[in-house]
C-alpha cells in the first residue's frame, strides 16, 4: 500500500497574577511585579480577544504570547526531596542552555542550634535529623560541556561540578515558598522563620520573613542569587529580637569518581575546581591515541554584604564567614562558571569574569537577560482555556530552552541538571528515542532554534559509525551505537567478557536502526523550515545514512526487507524481520532523503533509486484476530508476537508508523487510518499514563491518526496531574527532557497539523472549546495563526517563509473563503481544498466570504 509523501476560558487572569497562592514579591520599590507599567502598556494590544487574528503586523502575537506567558510558575510549597538525584530531580529549575542550576534543600544536618519560640526567653536545644528544611538551599551547578569522558561502560556521563550552600540557619522549621517564574526565567524564594533563634546572634524574631531571587544570566555564564528581608532598615540591633537574620554561603567542588578538585579563596569569595583526566588508548574500532581532560572551575563571590558587621561568633551554628542580611539592603551572590571547553585555564578565566562584576554591570546582565527571555517567548503563543495544561506546555518549553543553547553540547538525558555522578544510563545521548524525542515539539512551536546543539554529537560521530558499518556488518555507510556521548566520546564500549554476540563490545542492542532515528529530527527540521544551509550540514550524515541502507536492505522478489533487526533492545543481535519501527523510518528516512538533495543540489542521480526503496519497501505487517486487523510489531522474530493494542509498550509501533515518523495520518487511505485509530483507541490505561517511556509518543500520536479530542485532553490532564512536578517536569520513572516534547507536540498538533502536505486547523479539537494560536510552524516552512471560537474557526492568517504552495483543507467546510495577501490584493477561493501560491515572506489572511 502506497504511504503518501461553547467552552469559555473562564475567569481571566490579570496580567502577573500568580497560579496558586497570591505572596507580594516585595522586592523593592517599583519591582513588586516583575511585570508592571510600562511593560503593561505594551502588552494592552493583546489583554482583549479580537474577532480574529490581528493582520499586517507581529504586535498582536507577541503581545497575547506574553500576556499568558506571564501567568505561567511552578509553584513550590515544601521544599524538594528529590535531589541530589540519579534521574529527574524536583526542585526549581533554572539555565541559560549551557550552565544549569537545580535549587534542592538539605536532606541530613547534623549540628545543634538553640531555638526558642516568639517572645520566649527559654532557650530548647534539639537534634536535627535528616529531613527537609527551608534552613539550607542548596544550588547543584552543572554544564552540558562537563563530562567524565572515560570511554568504557559505564564510565563516560555528563557530571555536576560543584553546590553553592546558601544557609539561614533562623529558617529551621519554618515555611517555605518558591515560583519558578517562566516569564523571566527567574526563581522567587519566600522563606519565613517560625522560631526567634536564641543562639548565635543575631536573634532573628518569628514571622522574618527572607526572600531569595535566583537566575542564570541568558548571555554569558553567570549564576546570580539575590539576598533580602522584609522589614525596616531602622531595625538593626544584632541582640533582638531583629529582622536582622545570619546567613553563611559555602561553594564545594562535588568529590570522587576518579576527580580532582581543588578550592580556595577570594576576596569576597571562594572558588572550586573539578577535573577528570584520561589517558590512554581510545577503544574505537580504528584505534587513535586519546588524551583528554574535562575541568570545570566556579569564582564566587558576594556584593553588599559587609555592612553590618556581626560582632561576634559562638555556639555551632556558625562558621567564619557568615554574614549578616539587614532589612533595606540586598546582597548577591555571584559565580561564574567556566569550562575547559572554553578556555584553557577554566579557573583564571572564571575568576576574571567574576571579578569585572559591579552592581551597575549586574544591572545590565539582568536587563538583557529579561530582553532575551521576552523575545524567545514572544515567537509565538497557545491558549487553551486550561491551566494547567498550559502551565505544562509553557514549562516544557521553558526547560528545553534553559538547557539546549549550546551548540556544541546537546543536553543529557536530564538536561543541564545533574546532580551526582552515575546518571541512569549514564544520560548519554541515546539514540533510540531518547536524544530525539525533547525536540519533536520545537519545530512547531516556532523554536526551532532550539534544536540547533541536536546534531552536533550525531555529526561528530560518524567516523567511529562508518567504521562500525565496515567491520561489524561488512555493508558501507554509518552504524551508530545505541548511546554515544558529544566529541566522537565512546558511551557504550563493554568492558572485557561482556557485549551481545556480533556486536564487537558494543552496545547496540540488535537496533540496526539507531542512524535512521536519528536522522528523523533532521527530516523533521528541513520539512518545517526548507532550510538550505542548514540541510547542507547535515547532509553528509543523510548520505552516509543512505549509503548504508541501500547497501543493508534486501530484495527479495519486489520488495525490500529489513532482516536482523530489532524493534525494541534485546541481546539476540537482533532478529526480526520487517519491524514496524525500521520500516516507517526508513520511509520518512528517504522522503527526506529527496527533500534534502533538492536543497543542496546534490545526488540527482541518486533519487530514482530512493523512490525505488520507497515504492518497494514492505507495507507495515497486520495479522488479522477474530475477523479485525490488527498491528503486528514484525512479519517474523519476537516483535511478531506484540499483536493488538493490547501488546505492552504499543509506542514501539507507533513511532515507526504515526509519531514521530508522520507516515500515517489524516491524509493516509482510510483502511489505514481506521487500523491506527482502532489501536488507539484498545490502548490499556497504562499505556497513557505514568507510562515509563511513552509519553512524547503516545500523545501526539494519537492526535495525529484523529483519537477523540476530549478523550485526549482528559487523558492529559490526569498524566499532569500525576506524572507533573512542580519544576514541571513531567517524570514517569524513564528518562528526563525526553517529556519536554509531550505537552508541546500533543497541543500544538490538536491545533494546526500538516500530513502529506496538507494544513489543517483545529484538526483534532472539541469543536465547543474555545482556544487560539500564533505563529505556529507546520512543513512547508508557513507559519500559522488562527482561533476558534463560538464553534466556527475565525481568521486563519499564514505567513510563508519559502514562498511554497499552500495546500488546506477549507476550515468553513461548503462555504468560499476570501484571501487578503500582503499588499492588499483580495481574491475569492472555494472547494473542499484550499491551493494557494505564495512567494517568500508573504502574509495571507484567510476568512470566510460574506
Known amino acids: 500500500m502506497r504511504f503518501g509523501m461553547g467552552m469559555g476560558f473562564g475567569r481571566r487572569l490579570r496580567i502577573g497574577e500568580r497560579v496558586g497562592e497570591k505572596i507580594a514579591s516585595g522586592w523593592g520599590k517599583g519591582e513588586k511585579d516583575w511585570m508592571k507599567s510600562k511593560v503593561m502598556v505594551k502588552l494592552m494590544a493583546g489583554l482583549m480577544w479580537p474577532c480574529g487574528v490581528v493582520s499586517g503586523d507581529e504586535v498582536g502575537v507577541a503581545g497575547r504570547a506574553w500576556e499568558v506567558v506571564g501567568r ?20 526549581p529549575l533554572l ?18 542550634f538553640g531555638l526558642g519560640k516568639a517572645g520566649g526567653a527559654k532557650v530548647t536545644t534539639r537534634r536535627v535529623g535528616v529531613e527537609t528544611s527551608p534552613e539550607v538551599l542548596k544550588f547543584y551547578l552543572a554544564k552540558n560541556d562537563f563530562w567524565k569522558a572515560k570511554p568504557v561502560y559505564p564510565n563516560a556521563h555528563p557530571c555536576p561540578i560543584g553546590t553553592i550552600e546558601v544557609a539561614i540557619p533562623a529558617l529551621h522549621g519554618g515555611e517555605y515558598h518558591a515560583e519558578q517564574v517562566l516569564g523571566t526565567a527567574e526563581v522567587e524564594h519566600v522563606l519565613k522563620t517560625a522560631y526567634r533563634i536564641e543562639d548565635p546572634p543575631p536573634f532573628t ?38 529582622g536582622m537574620t545570619g546567613v553563611e554561603v559555602k561553594l564545594s567542588a562535588v568529590t570522587g569518581n576518579e576527580s580532582e578538585t581543588a578550592t580556595g579563596n577570594l576576596a569576597d569569595g571562594s572558588w572550586a575546581v573539578r577535573r577528570f583526566e584520561t589517558v590512554g588508548e581510545s577503544v574505537a574500532l580504528e584505534q587513535k591515541p586519546l588524551v583528554r581532560r574535562s575541568e570545570a572551575a566556579v569564582a564566587m563571590r558576594l556584593l553588599g554584604h559587609r555592612v553590618p558587621g556581626l560582632p561576634w561568633s559562638r555556639g555551632d551554628g556558625w562558621n567564619a564567614d557568615r554574614f549578616v542580611l539587614q532589612p533595606g539592603r540586598t546582597v548577591v551572590v555571584v559565580a561564574s562558571v567556566v569550562s575547559g571547553e572554553e578556555s584553557a585555564d577554566p579557573l583564571g578565566e572564571a575568576k576574571r569574569r567574576v571579578g569585572a562584576v559591579t552592581e551597575e554591570r549586574l544591572g545590565e546582565v539582568k536587563t538583557a537577560h529579561r530582553a532575551w527571555w521576552r523575545r524567545f517567548w514572544e515567537s509565538s503563543y497557545v491558549e487553551v482555556g486550561d491551566e494547567l495544561i498550559e502551565r505544562y506546555y509553557y514549562g516544557s518549553q521553558y526547560l528545553l530552552a534553559s538547557c539546549s543553547r549550546n551548540r556544541a553540547f546537546p543536553p543529557s538525558l536530564y538536561g543541564n541538571w545533574v546532580t551526582m555522578d552515575g546518571p541512569s544510563w549514564q544520560a548519554d545521548y541515546h539514540l533510540n528515542y531518547n536524544h530525539e524525542a525533547p525536540w519533536w515539539g520545537v519545530y512547531s512551536s516556532n523554536h526551532v532554534e532550539l534544536a540547533d546543539p541536536y546534531d552536533t554529537p550525531v555529526l561528530e560521530y560518524l567516523e567511529t559509525a562508518k567504521a562500525n558499518a565496515r567491520e561489524l556488518l561488512k555493508v558501507g555507510g554509518a552504524y551508530y551505537d545505541v548511546g554515544i556521548g558529544p566529541k ?16 564487537g563490545r558494543r552496545m547496540f542492542l540488535g537496533q540496526k536502526s539507531n542512524a535512521a532515528f536519528a536522522a528523523v529530527n533532521m527530516v523533521m527540521r528541513i520539512e518545517h523550515t526548507w532550510d538550505a544551509e542548514y540541510a547542507r550540514r547535515v547532509y553528509p550524515f543523510l548520505r552516509e545514512v543512505a549509503d548504508f541502507w541501500e547497501s543493508y536492505l534486501k530484495l527479495e522478489g519486489d520488495r525490500y526487507v529489513v532482516l536482523n533487526d530489532a524493534s525494541g533492545e534485546v541481546g539476540d543481535g537482533g532478529s526480526d524481520r520487517n519491524n514496524c519501527l525500521t520500516l516507517g523510518l526508513l520511509r520518512t ?21 530512493w523512490m525505488d526503496i520507497l515504492s518497494r519497501l514492505s507495507d507495515f505487517p497486520t495479522v488479522v484476530v477474530d475477523g479485525v486487523r490488527r498491528i503486528r510489531g514484525a512479519e517474523a522474530g519476537p516483535a511478531a508476537e506484540r499483536v493488538g493494542p493490547g501488546r505492552n509498550n504499543t509506542r514501539l509501533e507507533l513511532m515507526g508508523m504515526v509519531w514521530p515518523s508522520t507516515v500515517i495520518g489524516l491524509e493516509s487511505p482510510k483502511e489505514w487510518l481506521q487500523l491506527m485509530r482502532d489501536d488507539v483507541a484498545g490502548w490499556g490505561e497504562s499505556e497513557w499514563i505514568g507510562h515509563f517511556n511513552g509519553f512524547s509518543m503516545t500523545f501526539p500520536g494519537a492526535v495525529r491518526v484523529g483519537h477523540d479530542p476530549e478523550d485526549v485532553l482528559r ?24 517529556n519536554c516534547a509531550g505537552v508541546p507536540a500533543t497541543i500544538n498538533e490538536m491545533l494546526v497539523q500538516s500530513h502529506d502536505g496538507v494544513v489543517r486547523v483545529f484538526p483534532c479539537w472539541p469543536v465547543g472549546r474555545a482556544a487560539r494560536f500564533g505563529r505556529l510552524r507546520v512543513p512547508g516552512a508557513f507559519l500559522v495563526s488562527s482561533e476558534l471560537a463560538g464553534g466556527e474557526v475565525k481568521d486563519v492568517e499564514v505567513e510563508s517563509e519559502r514562498g511554497r504552495l499552500l495546500r488546506m483543507v477549507n476550515p468553513w467546510v461548503g462555504r468560499e473563503v476570501t484571501v487578503e495577501r500582503s499588499g492588499g490584493r483580495v481574491e475569492r477561493v472555494g472547494g473542499e481544498r484550499l491551493e494557494l501560491g505564495t512567494v517568500a515572506g508573504e502574509r495571507l489572511v484567510m476568512r470566510v466570504a460574506r
Not at 526572600?211 to 522589614?231: F, H, K, Q
Request: hydrophobic fraction near 35%; glycine fraction near 18%.
Open 715 to 738: 487523558r492529559l490532564r490526569r498524566q499532569l496531574e500525576e506524572c507533573g512536578f512542580p519544576n514541571l517536569m513531567v517524570f514517569t520513572g524513564g528518562g528526563g527532557i525526553e
Open 205 to 242: 524574631r518569628a514571622g522574618t520573613v527572607v526572600r531569595i531571587r535566583s537566575w542564570v544570566a541568558a548571555g554569558e555564564n553567570l549564576v546570580v542569587i539575590e539576598l533580602t528581608v522584609d522589614g525596616d532598615a531602622a531595625d538593626g540591633n544584632p541582640f533582638g529580637p531583629t
Open 488 to 503: 566522537g566520546l565512546e558511551t557504550s564500549f563493554m568492558p572485557d567478557g561482556y557485549g551481545i554476540p556480533g556486536e
Open 72 to 91: 505561567q510558575r511552578g509553584v513550590f510549597t515544601r521544599p524538594p526531596e528529590v535531589m541530589p538525584t540519579r534521574k529527574v530531580p524536583d526542585g
Open 589 to 609: 528516512f528517504f522522503r527526506g532523503m529527496m527533500t534534502a538533495s533538492e536543497l543542496v543540489g546534490s545526488d540527482g542521480v541518486r533519487r530514482e533509486k
Open 95 to 112: 539555565g541559560n542552555g549551557d550552565v544549569g542550576v537545580a535549587i534542592g534543600g538539605v536532606v541530613e544536618r547534623s549540628r545543634y
